[in-house]
């Protein structure tokens, strides 16, 4: 079981930057693939980023660029550095995990965060 715990949303103009942080239980951190999703009200959850356990990282075309994902294995935590930031990056941010591989689908996440608001004002 793996426990996920999203910190570090807020409000912020356009142009601004916010560092998302994720923290982990659990004793087998570094054998999961953490991802981060977002979901806008009224849309569907999507992919932003991920983390292999590996070290791998993979981004959505919006995001590239703008986002980075790291991971401090010895901390248990997982961050998403989010710069340039545009009024449509206003969501609930997740903090998502699966033991092995990183994926892009929601669908393959076995373990979620509570969720962080971040609002982007124009």
């Known amino acids: 079981q793996v426990q996920l715990v999203e910190s570090g949303g807020g409000l912020v103009q356009a142009g601004g930057s916010l560092r998302l942080s994720c923290a982990a239980s659990g004793r087998t951190f570094s054998s999961y693939a953490m991802g981060w999703f977002r979901q806008a009200p009224g849309k569907e959850r999507e992919f932003v980023a991920a983390?292999?356990?590996?070290?791998?990282?993979y981004y959505a075309d919006s995001v590239k660029g703008r986002f980075t994902i790291s991971r401090d294995n010895a901390k248990n935590t997982v961050y998403l550095q989010m710069n340039s930031l545009k009024p449509e990056d206003t969501a609930v941010y997740y903090c998502?995990?699966?033991?092995?591989?990183?994926?892009?689908?929601?669908?393959?996440?076995?373990?979620w965060g509570q969720g962080t608001q971040v609002t982007v004002s124009s």
């Open positions: 983390s292999s356990w590996s070290g791998g990282t």
């Open positions: 998502a995990a699966v033991f092995g591989i990183a994926t892009m689908s929601p669908l393959n996440y076995d373990y």
